[in-house]
Nanobody
Framework: QVQLVESGGGLVQAGGSLRLSCAASGRGFSSYAMGWFRQAPGKEREFVATINWIGGNRYYTDSVKGRFTISRDNAKNTLYLQMNSLKPEDTAVYYC???????????????????WGQGTQVAVSS
């Protein structure tokens, strides 16, 4: 089992940057696929980015391509999301998630994940 704690959220002006972190405790972090999701007020949770267990494969939703970068440090049991050129529409609670690596799972959906953090708020002002 893995416990996840996000940090790094805050208030930033449009065009600014933030780096979110997700610290994992428990066993087996390096074997999990990891993802970031977000939920804006009044909207459903949506996929942002995912990275495989070794960090070789990364996938992003179209709206963040070229602006956000997902990465992981397995030695530190930590997942990151570097967010640049932030826009007001990026305002949301951001969640990290861990999914057991298994053939056939869809890590661009919430169904690919077994464990979730509590979220960190990101607010982008115009």
């Amino acid at each position: 089992q893995v416990q996840l704690v996000e940090s790094g959220g805050g208030l930033v002006q449009a065009g600014g940057s933030l780096r979110l972190s997700c610290a994992a405790s428990g066993r087996g972090f390096s074997s999990y696929a990891m993802g970031w999701f977000r939920q804006a007020p009044g909207k459903e949770r949506e996929f942002v980015a995912t990275i495989n267990w070794i960090g070789g494969n990364r996938y992003y939703t179209d709206s963040v391509k070229g602006r956000f970068t997902i990465s992981r440090d397995n030695a530190k049991n930590t997942l990151y999301l570097q967010m640049n050129s932030l826009k007001p529409e990026d305002t949301a609670v951001y969640y990290c998630a861990a999914g057991v690596t298994r053939s056939g799972r869809h890590y661009e959906t919430s169904y690919g994940y077994d464990y979730w953090g509590q979220g960190t708020q990101v607010a982008v002002s115009s």
